[in-house]
């Protein structure tokens, strides 16, 4: 059975910093992609960023660029969301997923197959 349990969330102020994790079992975690969604309130969910676990090419989305680090630790399982220089536009349920997926560039938001509960960010002004 597949599994992925977020922590990290929190409420911070504009310009604080949190970092989310996520830990995966029950999955071949180094022949996948691994990314971070988040979906605000009326919003749909968007990718935040994504990291292939075999190679460790990272992608990040053009909204949190210089800002986020998406990381992981292949001996843990777990895959890493850095967040700094938060803003209020920031606030969001944030979601890891996997994808069972071997080509270098991770898919786009339909390609992943397992998710987790999801994790509040709250960012005030």
């Known amino acids: 059975q597949v599994q992925l349990v977020e922590s990290g969330g929190g409420s911070v102020q504009a310009g604080g910093s949190l970092r989310l994790s996520c830990a995966v079992s029950?999955?071949?975690?180094?022949?996948?992609?691994m990314g971070w969604f988040r979906q605000a309130p009326g919003k749909e969910r968007e990718g935040v960023a994504a990291?292939?676990?075999?190679?460790?090419?990272?992608t990040t989305s053009d909204s949190v660029k210089g800002r986020f680090t998406i990381s992981q630790d292949n001996a843990k399982n777990t895959v890493y969301l850095q967040m700094n220089s938060l803003k209020p536009e920031d606030t969001a349920m944030y979601y890891c997923?996997?994808?069972?997926?071997?080509?270098?560039?991770?898919?786009?938001?339909?390609?992943?197959?397992?998710w987790g509960q999801g994790t509040q960010v709250t960012v005030s002004s």
């Open positions: 990291i292939n676990t075999g190679g460790g090419r990272t």
């Open positions: 029950g999955f071949l975690y180094n022949r996948a992609c």
């Open positions: 997923a996997a994808a069972r997926w071997l080509l270098e560039t991770c898919p786009p938001i339909a390609g992943y197959n397992y």
